[in-house]
């Protein structure tokens, strides 16, 4: 079945500083990826959606500048959280879809959880 | 925007016990999906509904469309320890089918 797979699964840094997390389709060419954020008991909230080879679209509030999201080939999106403060501390999920019409059964990374101390 | 409230928010069963969750909406939904997540990890689909009125069963788990397409159902039955986790229904947003609204979710608590 489709895997995808997310790198790093955990990270802990220092305020003002950069870290970019990986999603990558192991095993299908994902030619939409997305990308989450969810607080400690809440839902998920959609971020941004990443499309191959054009500019990522941002939900309505998040900062395109701080919130970076590369689409370079058809197995891999980034998501880069720059100048990362505390309130940026949160668990990032990404899937991915093939784009097969009718299927909305993308699937979801394994999470990244952001510790900004 | 488009809500999905989903009640209860949360739930404490004995083992064995059948379980039932259900999640609301103000707009009408063409497409209903059920996703689990355990602690830690990312939503994996359940199940996936096409059709209002729709009834469609993966082993102890059965969803329903609501025929009025502003509602689903989440039924499991004969529950078990690993059934905990969080429940939430999600639908394809309006003007980007593949983009999806997720519910607020259901913590399901399963006591052996």
Redesign the interface.
């Known amino acids: 079945g489709a895997v995808?797979s997310?790198h790093p699964s955990w990270v802990i840094c220092k305020s003002g500083t950069s870290v970019k997390i990986e999603c990558r389709s192991l095993d299908f060419q994902a030619t939409?990826m997305?990308w989450y954020r969810q607080f400690p008991k809440?839902?998920?909230?959609?971020m941004a959606?990443s499309n191959e080879g054009s500019k990522a679209t941002y939900e309505q509030g998040v900062e395109k500048d701080k919130f970076l999201i590369n689409h370079a080939s058809l197995t891999l999106s980034t998501l880069t959280v720059t100048s990362a403060h505390p309130e940026d501390s949160s668990?990032y999920?990404c899937?991915a879809?093939g784009?097969l019409g009718?299927n909305?059964?993308?699937?979801?990374?394994?999470?990244t959880?952001l510790t900004v101390v | 925007g488009q809500q999905l409230n989903q009640s209860p928010q949360s739930m404490f069963i004995q083992e064995g016990e059948d379980v039932s969750m259900n999640c609301t909406s103000s707009s009408i939904f063409n497409t209903w999906l059920w996703y689990k997540q355990d602690p830690g990890e990312g939503p994996v689909l359940l199940i996936a509904l096409y059709k209002a009125g729709e009834l469609t069963s993966n082993g102890r788990l059965t969803a329903q469309f609501g025929i009025t397409r502003k509602d689903s159902f989440l039924n499991i039955s004969a529950s078990i320890p690993s059934d905990v986790g969080i429940y939430f229904c999600a639908g394809p947003r309006s003007g980007g089918y593949q983009k999806v609204t997720f519910g607020t979710g259901t913590k399901l608590q399963v006591i052996p």
Do not use: P
């Open positions: 995808v997310q939409t997305f809440q839902s998920l909230m959609l959606t668990f999920i899937s879809t784009g009718h909305y059964g993308y699937t979801f990374g394994s999470g959880r």
